[in-house]
């Protein structure tokens, strides 16, 4: 399948993919990790990416998230083509209308839960008492209110990714982008930090598109992109 | 984006990092500045040092503060004593004499040599130079003495084969022998050795001084005449303004300061300026590349860090300032330690353990101006030093440094 549509047609896409396409190297030694990928993703929508190991999930969510530039191809975010902006813009875009979460949790070491969260929002030029109450409010939804002075060398794995998760909320992001979330964690930490994303995308509409390897990851869903050697492989239902 | 905003994450990463980073690296980065920066002051303050040495042998046995002679053709100062008391009541002068040449030649059984005879009233010369203090055999001068001289070691020899001018050098006079000295007019007279003095500068160990009293006996042309009078200023560097004093009330004399005079040792001065800047250059060279070097390590393992930073929106320029305030911080506190470090131990250590020069003892001698420019200077290094390599980081491909 070439083209897959968005599943409510009502809805606005919050994201528009169009013939996405990411080589690295040229000639001989060039590798496709991505061809000719297409899809929207309506606004407030649960995405998963799934596939095997090497299918082009993370290079996909990379180019999504602004993080990798795409060879060929368009990307629309709320209608808006960022795919060949300047440096600048995109980093601009990452910061106040995208989320990512990664991971390793990638949180700063130097900082506290809390101090992880609300960073972005002081980049944005808001107050640090508004950007620290938003802090506030995003740990308490993520049950992590009585961490919020500790350090991540001080949290367990499950807790530095929900405050990544809070850290990637901050701005109220239009998409949210998780790269296995629960890849370094265990079972109970793995069910905690999907259903707070859930509940995040049901309380606050946040539209999430997530990586995972787990094909019991797929039931925390609403929708599902199925690549295989950069392919979208099924359609998107 | 505001670069007010920038600057306020970029103080904020900075702060966090110097409070919270770790307390190792922290410690052993500010230890490195402290050494670098009291590296940087040791040697400049040895030369300066060393410098100072010289010049304050040259002030207390050669010069004085100032040397006042006549102009022109004439060879005495008109109404000396006159310009002595006048010298003596001038504020900001510690000490006046004054001095006349009342031979030239010395001889000692076959060996015989040229040498300044100078005629002195002991009491005012001890009071202006510090000569008649370094004898190292039998006494200076004394206002009764007749037919007694006083000898520079460039003169005696003293049987001291080691001394550089021993050859050209009576070569064996000790205090108590007899010398026999050709005054002014050609009358040939001997005197009996008092003592012979070492003031550590050579060219200052090639006079020989009888009393004013002998001379006057000796060659009733000399009584009452200068063919120099020196003072000695209460401080170092007022110099200029008991010359412009002086000047107004006697005009008809040339006055010379001690700097003016120094031609003798400008050479030495000079190389000795010379090896300080070259040094100074190497040492902040080597603090350079030392501090860009910890930065750099100190980076290798941040680079992830700084890719996650760029990755949630952070701008390059709130990152690299973030780094350059901490390492501002951290050589600010390495100036401050390394300052205590120098002035608290390495001064006082010198001082009581002072490094032996060819010219006698020389301890260290920091300048104010120097610790000043060493100080902003290192700060300076150490930001450029850390700012190249994270700017380097921060333009690095995003997913590179993400990544790490």
Redesign the interface.
């Known amino acids: 399948m070439d083209e897959v549509a968005a599943s409510d047609p009502d809805r606005a896409p919050a994201l528009e993919v169009h013939s996405l396409c990411r080589t690295y190297g040229s000639g001989d030694v060039a590798v496709h990790a991505l061809r000719d990928v297409t899809f929207d993703v309506p606004a407030g929508d649960m995405v998963c990416i799934v596939g095997k190991s090497g299918s082009g999930k993370s290079t996909l969510l990379?180019q999504l998230?602004l993080?990798?530039t795409p060879t060929a191809g368009r990307i629309l975010i709320e209608g808006t083509d960022v795919t060949r902006l300047a440096e600048r813009r995109r980093?601009?875009l990452?910061?106040?209308r995208l989320g990512?979460v990664?991971q390793e949790y990638?949180?700063?070491?130097?900082?506290t839960a809390e101090?992880n969260v609300y960073?972005?929002a002081?980049?944005?030029?808001r107050s640090k008492r508004d950007s620290r109450a938003r802090a506030t409010a995003l740990l308490a939804m993520l049950d992590l209110d009585d961490r919020a002075g500790h350090?991540p060398s001080e949290l367990s794995g499950g807790q530095q990714q929900r405050v990544a998760i809070a850290?990637?909320l901050v701005?109220e992001p239009a998409v949210l982008f998780a790269d296995e979330p629960t890849g370094n964690l265990d079972t109970a930490s793995t069910a905690s930090v999907m259903q707070a994303l859930v509940e995040l995308n049901e309380q606050l509409g946040v539209t999430i598109l997530f990586v995972s390897h787990d094909p019991d990851h797929r039931r925390y869903a609403k929708h599902l992109i199925y690549l295989r050697d950069g392919r979208l492989s099924e359609p998107y239902f | 984006?505001?670069a007010g905003?920038s600057m306020?994450?970029a103080v904020?990463?900075g702060r966090?990092?110097i409070t919270?980073?770790n307390r190792g690296v922290i410690a052993l980065t500010v230890a490195l500045m402290a050494v670098i920066f009291a590296q940087l002051m040791f040697i400049p303050s040895l030369i300066q040092g060393a410098t100072d040495r010289l010049q304050n042998e040259l002030r207390e046995n050669l010069t004085s503060s100032i040397a006042i002679t006549p102009t022109g053709s004439d060879l005495t100062i008109a109404n000396p004593s006159a310009l002595v008391a006048r010298a003596r009541a001038t504020p900001g002068v510690a000490a006046a004499t004054s001095t006349v040449l009342a031979g030239s030649q010395i001889s000692h059984g076959s060996r015989v040599s040229s040498w300044p005879v100078l005629a002195v009233e002991p009491r005012s010369f001890a009071a202006t130079f510090a000569t008649p203090h370094k004898m190292i055999e039998g006494t200076f001068l004394d206002p009764g003495d007749s037919d007694e001289i006083v000898l520079g070691l460039a003169i005696a020899g003293a049987g001291r084969p080691n001394v550089a001018t021993y050859r050209s050098s009576l070569q064996n006079v000790h205090a108590g022998d007899r010398v026999a000295v050709t005054l002014l007019g050609g009358t040939l007279h001997v005197f009996t050795v008092k003592g012979i003095y070492d003031a550590s500068l050579s060219q200052a160990n090639t006079r020989a001084f009888i009393t004013s009293a002998t001379a006057a006996r000796l060659v009733p042309l000399l009584a009452g005449r200068s063919s120099a009078i020196y003072l000695r200023t209460d401080h170092v560097g007022d110099e200029q303004a008991v010359v412009d004093r002086l000047r107004r009330a006697r005009p008809d004399v040339r006055y010379e300061t001690w700097e003016s005079l120094r031609s003798t040792v400008r050479d030495v001065t000079g190389s000795f300026d010379l090896i300080k800047s070259i040094l100074n250059t190497v040492s902040l060279l080597v603090a350079a590349i030392t501090i860009f070097i910890v930065t750099y390590v100190d980076l290798v393992n941040k680079r992830?860090?700084i890719g996650?930073?760029?990755?949630?929106?952070?701008?390059s320029a709130?990152i690299a300032v973030s780094y350059a305030l901490k390492t501002l911080v951290f050589a600010a506190i390495g100036v401050v330690v390394g300052t205590a470090l120098f002035y608290g131990a390495a001064v006082p250590l010198v001082r009581s353990h002072p490094f032996v020069f060819p010219l006698g003892p020389v301890s260290l001698s920091p300048t104010g101006q120097e610790l000043r420019r060493d100080a902003l200077v290192l700060v300076v290094v150490a930001v450029i030093g850390a700012l190249l390599p994270v700017w380097r980081t921060v333009r690095t491909r995003?997913?590179d440094a993400?990544w790490g």
């Not at chain 2, 996650?308 to 701008?315: K, L, Q, Y």
């Open positions: 990379r998230g993080l990798d980093r601009a990452r910061l106040e990512y990664f990638a949180l700063l070491p130097e900082l101090e960073l972005p002081l980049m944005t030029g350090r850290r990637a701005n | 984006m505001a905003t306020r994450v904020f990463l966090r990092a919270r980073g992830r860090t996650i930073e760029r990755a949630i929106g952070i701008t709130a995003l997913l993400i």
